[in-house]
């Protein structure tokens, strides 16, 4: 009798951890219902698979993404101009009408009507980006093919990718080879017309770039010796106990624009475990505060001991005079421009009981979406996903389901700050759909 009881409260107990289990596997919320059609590509679509971004410029739009064109689909890209004959690299390779396939970044652009028309196509396997000056007057358009630049003061050049460049917000490029930009100049951002600022990852250390004729000419400073003079001292006494406890240390930065002549930054010194149970851990953050004057070198305010900061994302673009948020693990946190410091706004909901952590986020006007993950009673190698929406600044959280194929073209915040927008493919071509997020 008593084992037949314990066989049955088993069983009850298995039940019910499966059962939780299960209710931890429901998604939360209700699909986006509502949708329309508020744009199409009147051109060639995109790769349903590509990574399209979606860049504004006042009433002008930017799309740039990517689709493998076979050597018949080359009339479709003709109508427009084929950049490629802009950049003397490109140009010279051999030009193959009817060869097999061919990778073409495509760049469409609009102006509130709806229609998005195609502006001009180039090859490039990687990928191309576009930076714009103050309020798009000058656009650049990074292609994926790399060139020499001229040496910077105080040090060897910085990388740089064959650019074109344009001055009515896409409609015409042309080939710039004086300018200096590419993938491995982070936080690039113009605070004027002339005045670029960058951080570089060197082989010297961390180096802060400052252009003041448009990143034609560039002058380095070195981070390192600014906002950690006591590295070296540092580093000497952690390598003697690294060989008791195992551990490395890696430094960390963020740069983000304040005015035309400011811009702040963090840095963080971290200490890697080598043992995989271990955290790795933040001894100290710095915050450097630049001020940029005209003829003469940065001037640097540096402030030890601040308060941990969220990391950017390593290609995070940032616009001068725009709010700027950041994600780390479960929390939002929101730039205090004027006091150089970061506010915490909110923090990412439970789902079915269970913590969550942020992985993606999207901040509107009027709106803000996360998607969050978290672990369940079967997680393994899989966690719930759920996105959630706010409409007072994460004090309360609404859960919503994306369906699959608008998660796959999903391109972020409408410009009135309170819908989601992706792409769908539709009578093959690529049309943009509006959801609402009421």
């Known amino acids: 009798m008593n084992l037949r009881l314990l066989a049955s409260g088993a069983a009850i107990a298995v039940a019910g951890i499966i059962g939780y289990g299960i209710y931890q596997l429901v998604p939360l919320g209700k699909p986006l219902a509502r949708s329309e059609v508020i744009g199409e590509l009147n051109g060639p679509p995109f790769a349903l698979s590509s990574r399209v971004s979606l860049q504004r410029f006042g009433e002008r739009q930017l799309l740039i993404g990517q689709r493998l064109v076979s050597g018949k689909e080359i009339a479709a890209l003709e109508k427009a101009p084929l950049l490629d004959t802009l950049v003397p690299a490109l140009n010279t390779r051999p030009q193959n009408p009817w060869q097999l396939a061919d990778t073409r970044n495509l760049i469409y652009g609009g102006q509130g009507t709806g229609v998005f028309e195609l502006l001009g196509s180039i090859s490039g396997d990687t990928g191309v980006s576009l930076i714009g000056s103050p309020h798009g007057r000058t656009l650049y358009l990074i292609t994926g093919t790399p060139r020499s630049a001229a040496a910077p003061t105080g040090g060897e050049p910085p990388a740089a990718w064959e650019t074109l460049r344009s001055d009515d917000l896409g409609k015409t490029w042309t080939y710039d080879p004086d300018v ?259």
């Open 180 to 438: 200096t930009l590419g993938p491995p100049l982070q936080f690039t951002v113009f605070l004027t017309q002339d005045r670029v600022i960058a951080l570089e990852r060197h082989d010297a250390g961390q180096r802060l770039l400052v252009s003041e004729d448009g990143a034609r000419r560039w002058s380095a400073t070195l981070l390192d010796e600014q906002v950690w003079p006591d590295a070296q001292a540092f580093d000497r006494t952690f390598q003697e106990k690294a060989g008791k406890d195992g551990g490395q240390l890696a430094y960390d930065w963020s740069l983000y624009p304040l005015d035309e002549r400011r811009a702040v930054g963090w840095s963080w010194r971290t200490r890697i475990s080598l043992n995989a149970s271990e955290k790795n851990e933040v001894l100290e953050t710095r915050r450097f505060e630049v001020e940029f004057q005209d003829g003469a070198s940065p001037a640097f305010r540096i402030t030890p001991h601040v308060p941990p900061v969220p990391a950017p994302a390593p290609d995070a673009r940032y616009t001068r005079g725009e709010a700027v948020f950041e994600t780390s693990g479960n929390a939002i946190y929101e730039l205090d421009q004027a006091e150089r410091v970061w506010n915490e706004r909110s923090a990412s909901p439970t789902v079915q009981g269970k913590p969550s952590w942020i992985g993606d986020a999207w901040f509107g006007r009027k709106a803000w979406v996360i998607k969050t993950y978290a672990d369940h009673l079967f997680s393994f190698n899989e966690y719930t996903k759920t996105y959630f929406t706010t409409r007072d600044q994460g004090k309360t959280w609404r859960p919503f389901q994306v369906p699959q194929d608008v998660e796959t073209g999903l391109l972020g915040m409408d410009a009135s700050g309170e819908a989601l927008l992706s792409l769908a493919e539709r009578d093959g071509k690529t049309v943009i759909r509006r959801y609402p997020l009421d």
